[in-house]
């Protein structure tokens, strides 16, 4: 008996560790609420990495803008869901051990500073303070509040403050229960590329 020939089987693509890494920790805590916020982290990190991509950012600031929010999310805890509590989870530090390892400093930094980032804005501009949604708001207190001279000073000489600036602008808006973004697989390229560069 004759039996017809078989069409080879394409093999499946295999992702990134990192990338995977990624993906599973948004697939499983992505759906978590973002403070107070009527917003997803999913959807608060689409929306960040769009608003970086948008105007124009660099690839790893790109990366960063997508991921920076990740700490909140990397480990069991969850970030607190009322005001009444501290909001201060050091989530800028959970992962960034990591992300320096996968991304270098360029993402990692960036990231790590953001938190300080808005700590700076609303120390520069007094009326800064007032465009912060409430989880943000509430997080600025218990971060620090306003910082002194030595803590700018210390701020301004990091070598990715600036971008550490521009990524907290994009954190900011990167709350509206409105905006549509791609999926989290449209900023796969990205993160291949900048893993590549490292």
């Not at 069409?7 to 890494?21: A, D, G, L």
């Not at 992505?30 to 690839?59: F, R």
């Not at 409430?134 to 803590?151: F, L």
Request: hydrophobic share 35%.
């Amino acid at each position: 008996m004759t039996f017809g020939r078989h069409r080879p089987i394409s093999p499946v693509p295999v992702m990134q560790p990192t990338i995977q890494t990624i993906t599973d920790v948004f697939d499983n805590r992505g759906n978590d609420s973002y403070g107070v916020e009527a917003v997803t982290q999913l959807q608060h990190a689409l929306q960040s990495g769009l608003l970086a991509e948008e105007a124009g950012a660099g690839t790893g600031l790109v990366v960063a803008s997508l991921l920076h929010d990740i700490g909140h999310i990397f480990e069991a805890e969850s970030l607190p869901e009322s005001c009444d509590e501290n909001m201060d989870d050091r989530h800028e530090f959970r992962a960034n051990c990591w992300l320096k390892e996968q991304f270098g400093p360029e993402v990692a930094d960036p990231i790590r500073l953001h938190v300080l980032a808005k700590r700076y804005l609303c120390t520069a501009d007094s009326g800064h303070e007032e465009t912060l949604s409430p989880t943000s708001r509430k997080s600025y207190h218990d971060q620090g509040g306003t910082m002194d001279a030595e803590e700018r000073a210390a701020f301004e000489s990091e070598p990715f403050f600036r971008e550490a600036l521009e990524l907290r602008k994009w954190d900011d808006l990167a709350k509206d229960t409105d905006k549509t973004t791609p999926s989290l697989e449209h900023f796969h390229p990205a993160l291949e590329a900048y893993l590549k560069s490292v």
